[in-house]
Structures are given as C-alpha cells and as structure tokens.
C-alpha cells in the first residue's frame, strides 16, 4: 500500500528536509575544541593534562548519545531538537560567559559536566534529523543519510571559517555563536521537520533527482571551503564577500524545494488517501 501525498504534504517533507540540512550543517562543534581552549587553558591557570581532560570530558558527552537513540522512539522530532538546542545553549553558554569573563572561572569539576552538555546536545540534533528522513524517505535512505553526514562533516569548516570571517578569530565570539546558532537552526526544523507518509513509487523515484542537486550542491560547498582556506589570511571585505556566499550555497537547498513544489502545483492533483496494489 502506498500514499499518493498532497502538494502540502510533499512540500512540508521537502522543507523538513532543508532544515534537516542545516541542523547537521551546524552540529559539528564537537570537533571545535581546539578554538577556543587556549583561552580556557589561560584564563583557568589549568595544566596540559587538565585541558586534556576538559576535552575527554567533551568526549564523554558524545558516548552519551545511546540516550538520544533511545529516546528517538518515544519522544517526538521537535522534542529532540529541543532537548539538544537547550542542552547546547546552557553548556556552550557558560563556557561563553568564562571566556568573555562576563563571570569568574568556575570549578574545574563543573566546567567538566557543562563541557559533556556541549559535547552531548549535537547527539540529540543528528538523531532527530537522521531518523526523521530516514522514515520520510524509505527508498531513498542511502541518499538521505549520505547528504546528512556529509554536511556534518563541513560544519565544522562551515562554523570556523564563518565566524572568522564575521568576528574575526575571537574565541568568546566563537562560543557565543556555538550558544545560540545551533538554538537557531533547531527552532526552524521544530517548525517544519515532521514524519510525513511516504511516496508512491513514482514520487520515490523523482526524489533521486533532487537528492542530485543536494549533492552537487554539497560538493561546491566541500570546494568552496576548501580553497577560502588554502589562500591564507584574507582582508575584512573578502571575508565578508565570503561569508555571504557561504549562506548562499547553504541557502540552496531550498531550490529543490521550489521545483518540487512547482511540478506538484502543475501537475495533475492527487487525493491523500491510500492506494491499493492487486
């Protein structure tokens, strides 16, 4: 039995996958550690050790994801995406206030649990949106989580290279914005990220085509980062020309979403009641 799905419903799948795209776009700041922990190492007088062991403690937040696969099949999409943006908000948001010296440095003990919060939060973000498109695309789940990983592995370029651009290389910058982007980006996939009915096998077959331009698109990205980065220092407007070209190609996914919403439009109406095979 299969669904054909009415021009809202493929839309609203479509954009949930756009903001799927831009949650994991944003979810590397587990591997950004090294940004900002020369600044926690100076203002907390710690040890080589010491800040080894604030990295581990980071770490131990990710071994916690199993909670996140658990709890994937009794909490809802917008209720992961919540629990991990206000997760990352409260543990990226204390290290914020440390490192601008808006308060003293705290203990070292607890500057270890709101380290494993930071680390912990993106696990909950990468569960809700990978599960959430893997039930919306059955037939297309390689795709579906290719794309997704593929972006997770530029947010981290995506994250630096974008600050630096904007706020130059400030480290409290840098946690600011690891506070309250990814909070964000997690507000918009609560709006639209939702589990739709799946596709007749025609819909499945066209939705290869726009999995294409995912990719292409992500690989212009991969390039794009990769040679701001070769070039060396650049100056404060070409840092910015960057940068607005940065949001540009991560703004891009959205056309896929615009053709798909057009050739459902144009083409012949399709009733949302379930049809079956003989």
């Known amino acids: 039995m299969g669904f054909h799905l009415s021009p809202a419903s493929s839309s609203r799948k479509w954009l949930g996958f756009v903001t799927a795209v831009w949650v994991q776009s944003i979810s590397g700041n587990n591997y950004t550690f090294s940004n900002y922990s020369d600044a926690l190492k100076s203002l907390m007088a710690l040890t080589q050790l010491q800040l080894n062991n604030l990295s581990v403690a980071k770490d131990v937040g990710k071994a916690f994801g199993l909670l996140s696969g658990l709890a994937s099949d009794r909490l809802s999409t917008p209720m992961m995406l919540l629990i991990g943006s206000i997760e990352g908000l409260v543990g990226y948001g204390v290290q914020w206030l440390v490192v601008s010296r808006k308060i003293q440095p705290l203990p070292y003990w607890q500057m270890c649990i709101f380290l494993c919060m930071g680390g912990n939060s993106t696990t909950w973000m990468n569960t809700a949106v990978l599960v959430t498109c893997i039930r919306n695309f059955r037939t297309n789940r390689g795709p579906v989580s290719g794309i997704l990983k593929g972006y997770v592995g530029l947010s981290t370029a995506i994250f630096t290279d974008l600050c630096t651009a904007l706020f130059a290389d ?103 009641v379930p049809t079956s095979r003989v």
Not at 178 to 201: D, G, Q
């Open 170 to 272: 400030d480290p409290a910058i840098f946690l600011l914005m690891l506070a309250i982007i990814p909070l964000l980006v997690c507000l918009s996939a609560i709006l639209f990220l939702r589990e739709v009915p799946s596709s007749t096998a025609a819909g499945e077959k066209e939705e290869t085509k726009f999995f294409n331009l995912f990719n292409i698109v992500a690989v212009v990205l991969a390039v794009y980062l990769l040679t701001f980065d070769v070039t060396g220092s650049h100056g404060r407007i070409l840092s910015q020309a960057f940068a607005v070209v940065l949001l540009f190609l991560l703004a891009c996914p959205l056309q896929s979403l615009s053709i798909s919403c057009y050739r459902i439009l144009t083409g012949p109406v399709q009733n949302p």
